[in-house]
């Protein structure tokens, strides 16, 4: 996936995406912490979709992106710090 990051002035961070299978779409973080996801038709420099996320809806999609969820993640995580506070303390 091509990933690219453009500042806008007055506005906030865009992030251009294009899927291996050619699609594109965009994510803004506002200025003001609000998110909006934008989808491009192909061949269009106007995104034919604009939707506008609240900040709980845009947190639970950005969790359901997850290969897996924060709660397994965290998991892993208490896994392995439990097995490297082991290893130091044992002789």
């Known amino acids: 996936m091509d990933t690219d990051r453009t500042t806008i002035p007055g506005t906030g961070v865009l992030h251009h995406f294009r899927t291996g299978r050619g699609i594109d779409f965009a994510l803004l973080t506002e200025s003001s912490g609000g998110r909006r996801l934008l989808v491009y038709a192909p061949g269009s420099d106007e995104p034919c979709v604009d939707l506008v996320l609240e900040p709980e809806e845009a947190d639970h999609v950005a969790e359901l992106m ?11 995580l208490e896994q392995r710090v439990d097995r490297l506070a082991g290893k130091r303390a044992e002789p």
């Not at 997850?66 to 892993?76: G, I, Q, W």
Request: aromatic share 0%; hydrophobic share 25%; glycine share 0%.
């Open 66 to 76: 997850h290969t897996s969820p924060l709660a397994d993640r965290l998991t892993r």
